[in-house]
């Protein structure tokens, strides 16, 4: 258990479905991420919620929609999705985004398959 | 802007050999500097940072200098087993820029120990 629970573990949708991450932390962290992971390419940030306002959106393609209702939890909502956009999306939290010396916990990830 | 570079791999080893992984950086300003080790399946977990020049962290043998003049943090270990095999992201954190932006990762590096 590492503090940042992501759910479901894996999805596999078609590219007309419309499917929602899931994203919890019980660390009283201040700052959530969504990253992604593809295979070869450096992790991309995504988006960055502090306090659950959003301070960053990586140029992100509009079928990627990001929720964070409370400062515990963050969704990533996803519609008509591209085979492309199948790779490995990790959250994480950190206690702030202006904390520089403390890293982040991530989850274990959701591996998301688009067909 | 900030980059990380680190060699690719995949880096294979005999079981009790010496490591090396290096990683350099470019930063605008005075970043902290961080190693993440991702198991098969599962998310980033925290290995070690540093938060200023010359601090070596260190976590489970395995260690890395802050070097400011070289521009690097190169992680290291006496003596691998098995069980470190993984992929291993060096990143840093740097906010002089003053956005609020999320950790800067490596492309990591794929460690495969064999008995």
């Known amino acids: 258990e590492t503090g940042v629970t992501q759910t479901p573990r894996h999805l596999v949708m078609g590219m007309t479905n419309k499917k929602s991450l899931k994203c919890e932390q019980h660390?009283?962290?201040?700052?959530m991420y969504w990253y992604k992971q593809s295979a070869k390419k450096p992790l991309e940030l995504m988006f960055v919620?502090?306090?659950?306002?959003?301070?960053e959106n990586n140029s992100v393609p509009s079928r990627f929609s990001p929720e964070c209702p409370n400062s515990s939890h963050l969704f990533l909502h996803l519609h008509t999705l591209q085979p492309e956009d199948s790779a490995l999306y990790l959250c994480?939290?950190?206690?702030?985004?202006?904390?520089?010396?403390?890293?982040?916990?991530f989850g274990s990830g959701t591996r998301l398959t688009v067909v | 802007g900030n980059s990380v570079t680190q060699m690719e791999g995949p880096v294979t080893l005999s079981e009790e050999a010496f490591l090396t992984i290096n990683c350099t950086y470019t930063?605008?300003?005075?970043?902290?500097l961080f190693w993440y080790v991702q198991y098969p399946g599962e998310g980033l977990q925290l290995l070690l940072k540093?938060?200023?020049?010359?601090d070596k962290g260190s976590n489970k043998g395995f260690e890395a200098t802050y070097r400011k003049e070289t521009t690097s943090f190169h992680l290291e270990k006496g003596s691998v087993q098995v069980s470190d095999s993984a992929v291993y992201f060096c990143?840093?954190?740097?906010?002089?820029?003053?956005?609020?932006?999320?950790?800067?990762f490596g492309k990591g590096t794929h460690l495969i120990i064999q008995p």
């Open positions: 990143a840093l954190s740097d906010r002089s820029g003053g956005g609020a932006d999320g950790l800067t």
């Open positions: 660390l009283g962290h201040n700052a």
């Open positions: 919620y502090s306090l659950e306002e959003r301070v």
């Open positions: 994480a939290s950190s206690v702030e985004t202006r904390a520089l010396g403390y890293g982040y916990t």
């Open positions: 540093a938060t200023k020049a010359d």
């Open positions: 930063a605008t300003g005075y970043p902290s």
